[in-house]
């Protein structure tokens, strides 16, 4: 599909096709779409876009996307500051918020330790992450992390910087999904969560 | 997955999720991918694909996207214009050009009769098409439509239309895909193939 009847499409088509998981026959298709509603809307579409780059912001404090320096969730006072959720990028803030079940502030990491695609840890939001604990109002750090090798390794790293702050450290819990068929869950996740099995009056409880 | 910490990206995320095939978790997916790109590239993203929409031209003999008021395959002298190849969209002019295998003119329907989808021939580009062929100097004309029910709906609306001109109407020849194994062809392309089986000297010669 080489032959383009038009240069302004086929730059469309090399831009769409940037995008990850979107191909150039994916890209061919969604420019012919683009092409067929109204141009008010496709103008709006396209700024959109570049007044999400130009004009974002981030939290100075939690890296979180945010209107102002510091976001909404930061600057709420009814926020427990003590406690400080530490999550791979803001869709897992929002994943989290979703749940209404954590009152305390967030710390964005931008990313996860991942050698395999070039990422180290210079190059996340940990050393400010250290220094907020190291300021020592923090009594928590729940560590909110996929459960992958990356996300451990990462989880390690992270745990290693604040050993010496004496801060509580905690994972997520892992075991079987809610609401999942016990016979379609991995045997890793059953295995574990046969070993950390709760007393059933704990459960109960909440 | 409400709770957006930007309005900016909220509107960002709407603007993509309308894209055909992204839904909402998607385009968050790919907002936050074009937050981590270069300023630059995302503003010639945005806009190559507002310039896309807003300069666009069509050929107003075929249809098909141009730069020009006539496309280039229309306006080069090399084509037969005798022989017109008649296309659902710009794509399948794309298609058949690669194939090499076609050195006539196109005319692009922008579509295909689909009363499911509330498409009518008079949505489509048909009544240029008869006004070309009446026009005398076109000796055949190839349909190279979608081989399903509403493929076949616009090929025989077409050709009732073309009756009069005593054009001649071809269309693309049906079978089991070149390379494709016998045990994967579905069954009535399969019994079609059998029935309309080809004297095999012909096949030799091509």
């Not at 998981?21 to 579409?45: C, E, P, S, T």
């Not at 404090?61 to 406690?83: F, K, L």
């Not at 992958?148 to 910087?161: C, H, L």
């Amino acid at each position: 599909m080489e032959h383009y009847p038009s240069r302004l499409l086929e730059e469309a088509v090399n831009e769409l096709s940037r995008l990850p998981g979107i191909g150039r026959r994916g890209a061919l298709r969604l420019a012919l779409h683009l092409l067929k509603q109204d141009a008010a809307d496709v103008n709006r579409f396209g700024n959109a876009i570049i007044r999400l780059r130009n004009n974002i912001n981030y939290c100075t404090s939690c890296h979180n996307i945010s209107e102002s320096e510091v976001c909404s969730i930061c600057a709420n006072p009814r926020r427990d500051n003590s406690q400080i959720c530490v999550v791979q990028d803001i869709r897992d803030v929002m994943a989290v918020e979703n749940t209404s079940q954590f009152n305390g502030l967030y710390h964005v990491l931008g990313g996860i330790i991942s050698p395999m695609d070039g990422i180290g840890p210079g190059q996340l939001n940990i050393d400010s992450l250290v220094e907020k604990v190291n300021s020592g109002k923090i009594s928590e750090v729940i560590m909110a992390l996929s459960a992958t090798m990356e996300g451990d390794t990462t989880v390690f790293y992270i745990s290693k910087k604040l050993r010496d702050s004496g801060v509580k450290i905690s994972i997520l819990a892992r075991g079987v999904a809610i609401g999942g068929e016990l016979e379609y869950a991995d045997e890793v996740t059953l295995g574990r969560s046969i070993l950390n099995r709760v007393p059933y009056e704990n459960v109960l409880i909440k």
